[in-house]
T-cell receptor
Framework: GQNIDQPTEMTATEGAIVQINCTYQTSGFNGLFWYQQHAGEAPTFLSYNVLDGLEEKGRFSSFLSRSKGYSYLLLKELQMKDSASYLCAGLDSNYQLIWGAGTKLIIKP | IAGITQAPTSQILAAGRRMTLRCTQDMRHNAMYWYRQDLGLGLRLIHYSNTAGTTGKGEVPDGYSVSRANTDDFPLTLASAVPSQTSVYFC??????????????FGEGSRLTVL
């Protein structure tokens, strides 16, 4: 079966660094996405990885290891506005997205 | 305005009633999707359309139908609503994966309560 696993909730301190992990099992693999979703709002695209390695985009970076079926999202210099849910999604061989339940990130001052 | 628009944003509905959620995009994306989002669960795909005139079933299609008469519109219909269809519904659009990163653009969501 296809599955995406990520922690339900994490807490971090403003100004710190946090790493949100995601493991995936998909039928075939065409990439791994991270989306951000603030409470009561729509998901918005953060990153896409299809090759192994780290993709950096400002304060956010995303890492992929295809051999391990593993990805993480790294958020640096945390700000209060980063409090949100972070959704991991794998793109399978049929180009359909398989979504994790999301990780709720709570930022404390 | 550019983007993807859903209506209504919120609706309370009696069980057994018929309801259509509307979705319109002006980005000329080929693919459109309907998801439902429930607490503790990931986004679950209801139906999708890779291009105008074609539709496909997702993970949880029962009780829902869609049509794709043109590129811009992708309505979702609940023929006879049941309480288990209480959820937040998101419409999304994007290029068919393979053309680019497959990034999806989401509407603001429709919160539906079936009593």
């Amino acid at each position: 079966g296809q599955n995406i696993d990520q922690p339900t909730e994490m807490t971090a301190t403003e100004g710190a660094i946090v790493q949100i992990n995601c493991t995936y099992q998909t039928s075939g693999f065409n990439g791994l996405f991270w989306y951000q979703q603030h409470a009561g709002e729509a998901p918005t695209f953060l990153s896409y990885n299809v090759l192994d390695g780290l993709e950096e985009k400002g304060r956010f970076s995303s890492f992929l290891s295809r051999s391990k079926g593993y990805s993480y999202l790294l958020l640096k210099e945390l700000q209060m506005k980063d409090s949100a849910s972070y959704l991991c999604a794998g793109l399978d061989s049929n180009y359909q997205l398989i979504w994790g339940a999301g990780t709720k990130l709570i930022i404390k001052p | 305005i550019a983007g993807i628009t859903q209506a209504p944003t919120s609706q309370i509905l009696a069980a057994g009633r018929r309801m259509t959620l509307r979705c319109t995009q002006d980005m000329r994306h080929n693919a459109m999707y309907w998801y439902r989002q429930d607490l503790g669960l990931g986004l679950r795909l209801i139906h999708y359309s890779n291009t105008a005139g074609t539709t496909g079933k997702g993970e949880v299609p029962d009780g829902y139908s869609v049509s794709r008469a043109n590129t811009d519109d992708f309505p979702l219909t609940l023929a006879s609503a049941v309480p288990s269809q209480t959820s937040v519904y998101f419409c999304a659009s994007g290029e068919v994966a393979g053309a680019n990163t497959g990034e999806l653009f989401f509407g603001e969501g429709s919160r539906l309560t079936v009593l």
